[in-house]
């Protein structure tokens, strides 16, 4: 089917359709087809594992059937987690990370940050499809290294669209928490592993954990070039905050403007 639209795309009937400006009737007309025909869902499979996402969007089937690039990824967070294991899922969208975690989970559990509201919408939907309830906790609120209130940088309103990040001139008030906080109050147990995606912002996060951050097995984080310099650090200084805690750094993925990391923890 991908084969056929990118072939459909590129035929003269199309260009023809976008000189007399019907092409964008077309498109919507036929993703609704699409993801009617889907039932509004999609079926993924990582590692073994299968997860039901819902796909109300264009934007959120397509983030959900390639899983943004990051199956690897997703398949190697697999194969780290425990089936005891408190797994924190920062920055977890609609979770496409969140609910295979949730699956590879027997008496653990896995807690999604999603600050977001259309997002963690779906974020809890998507996790009642697939992982019971006792094993999964979404919390509405951005992890940083301090606690208060922040404004969320919205970039496209639909389910799983955009790019969401903390900026001073956000326009969406949201919670921010430091985790070692969270962890200390007793409102959420300390993690084995932490999966980090949020644009820019990773070592506001880390540090947010304090020394606690020791004692995590492993970290999972996607670092982006241009945005960390947005937030006053870089990839090559989160790397080494990692790497001040003991951690070893594996990169799994890179792109022109980020790549992900693994950094799990040093024996000895």
Same mark, same amino acid.
């Given at each position: 089917?991908?084969?056929?639209?990118?072939?459909a795309?590129? $035929?003269?009937?199309?260009?023809?359709?976008?000189?007399?400006?019907? =092409?964008? +009737? &077309?498109?919507?007309?036929?993703?609704?087809i699409?993801?009617?025909l889907h039932?509004? /869902?999609? $079926? %993924?499979?990582?590692?073994?594992?299968? !997860?039901?996402?819902?796909?109300?969007?264009r934007?959120?089937?397509?983030?959900?059937?390639?899983?943004?690039?990051e199956?690897?990824?997703v398949?190697s967070?697999?194969e780290? %987690?425990?089936? $005891?294991? @408190?797994?924190?899922?920062?920055?977890?969208?609609?979770?496409?990370h969140?609910?295979?975690?949730?699956?590879?989970?027997r008496?653990?559990?896995?807690i =999604?940050?999603?600050?977001m509201? +259309?997002?963690?919408?779906?974020?809890r939907q998507?996790l009642?499809m697939?992982?019971?309830?006792?094993?999964? @906790?979404?919390?509405? #609120?951005?992890?940083?290294n301090?606690?208060?209130?922040?404004?969320?940088? @919205?970039?496209?309103?639909?389910?799983?669209?955009?790019?969401h990040?903390?900026?001073?001139?956000?326009? &969406?008030?949201?919670?921010v #928490?430091?985790?070692?906080?969270?962890?200390?109050?007793?409102?959420?147990?300390?993690?084995?592993?932490?999966k980090?995606?949020?644009?820019? !912002?990773?070592?506001k996060?880390l540090?947010?954990?304090g020394?606690?951050l /020791?004692?995590?097995? @492993?970290?999972?984080?996607?670092l982006?070039?241009?945005?960390?310099i947005?937030?006053?650090?870089?990839?090559?200084?989160?790397?080494?905050?990692? #790497?001040?805690?003991?951690?070893e750094?594996?990169?799994?993925?890179e792109r /022109?403007d980020?790549?992900h990391?693994?950094?799990?923890?040093?024996?000895?």
């Amino acid at each position: 089917m991908p084969n056929l639209e990118r072939q459909a795309a590129r $035929s003269r009937l199309w260009t023809f359709c976008k000189r007399v400006g019907i =092409a964008p +009737t &077309l498109a919507t007309l036929y993703w609704n087809i699409k993801l009617a025909l889907h039932l509004w /869902s999609a $079926s %993924v499979s990582v590692g073994g594992y299968t !997860a039901e996402f819902a796909a109300d969007t264009r934007t959120e089937y397509q983030r959900v059937t390639s899983l943004i690039g990051e199956r690897d990824v997703v398949k190697s967070l697999l194969e780290d %987690v425990r089936e $005891s294991d @408190v797994v924190y899922d920062i920055g977890a969208n609609i979770g496409t990370h969140t609910c295979f975690v949730g699956k590879r989970l027997r008496d653990g559990v896995v807690i =999604a940050f999603e600050p977001m509201p +259309t997002n963690a919408a779906h974020l809890r939907q998507n996790l009642s499809m697939n992982v019971p309830a006792g094993r999964w @906790v979404v919390a509405e #609120c951005a992890l940083s290294n301090e606690n208060g209130n922040g404004t969320l940088a @919205v970039e496209g309103q639909s389910y799983g669209a955009g790019r969401h990040a903390l900026s001073q001139h956000g326009e &969406l008030d949201i919670d921010v #928490c430091r985790g070692e906080t969270l962890i200390e109050s007793e409102r959420y147990p300390l993690p084995n592993i932490i999966k980090i995606d949020v644009e820019g !912002a990773e070592l506001k996060v880390l540090k947010g954990f304090g020394d606690l951050l /020791s004692e995590v097995r @492993v970290v999972y984080a996607e670092l982006h070039h241009d945005l960390s310099i947005e937030y006053g650090t870089s990839t090559d200084e989160i790397e080494a905050y990692l #790497c001040n805690y003991g951690f070893e750094i594996e990169r799994l993925s890179e792109r /022109s403007d980020a790549y992900h990391i693994r950094a799990i923890k040093s024996q000895g």
